[in-house]
Nanobody, 126 residues
Framework: QVQLVESGGGLVQAGGSLRLSCAASGRTFSNYSMGWFRQAPGKEREFVAAISRSGGSSGYADSVKGRFTISRDNAKNTVYLQMNSLKPQDTAVYYC???????????????????WGQGTQVTVSS
C-alpha cells in the first residue's frame, strides 16, 4: 500500500503561481511512477502531468505544457507540481497518483494508476 497526501492548493489570481506537493509513505517511493490529475466541477478527472520513477522522463497535457513542471525528490518521498501562469480554467481539485513500475515508463491513463491522494483544491480567480 502507498499513502499519498497532497498539499499546497489555494486561491490565486490569474497569472499567479502555486506549487503542489504530494508526500508518499508506505512503500519504496522510487519504485513508483507518479502522476498529477485534476477534476473540475461537472467534468471527468483528466491527466495533467506524469514523471518516471527516477525523474528522468516526464509528460504533460497540452493544456499545461510550458506552464506546469512536475518533479520529484525520491529522498523526500515527494512529488511536486509547479504551476505558473495560472488561468481560471485551471481551477479544479488536483490529485496525485502512483503506480508500481519496473521500468522508466510514464503513464497518461487515469485507470493505470492504483493509488490516489485525497486531492487539494486549486482556485484561480480572473
Amino acid at each position: 500500500q502507498v499513502q499519498l497526501v497532497e498539499s499546497g492548493g489555494g486561491l490565486v489570481q490569474a497569472g499567479g503561481s502555486l506549487r503542489l506537493s504530494c508526500a508518499a509513505s508506505g512503500r519504496t517511493f522510487s519504485n513508483y511512477s507518479m502522476g498529477w490529475f485534476r477534476q473540475a466541477p461537472g467534468k471527468e478527472r483528466e491527466f495533467v502531468a506524469a514523471i518516471s520513477r527516477s525523474g528522468g522522463s516526464s509528460g504533460y497535457a497540452d493544456s499545461v505544457k510550458g506552464r506546469f513542471t512536475i518533479s520529484r525528490d525520491n529522498a523526500k518521498n515527494t512529488v511536486y507540481l509547479q504551476m505558473n501562469s495560472l488561468k481560471p480554467q485551471d481551477t479544479a481539485v488536483y490529485y496525485c497518483a502512483a503506480v508500481r513500475t519496473y521500468s522508466g515508463t510514464i503513464y497518461y491513463a487515469r485507470n493505470t494508476y492504483n493509488y490516489w491522494g485525497q486531492g487539494t483544491q486549486v482556485t484561480v480567480s480572473s
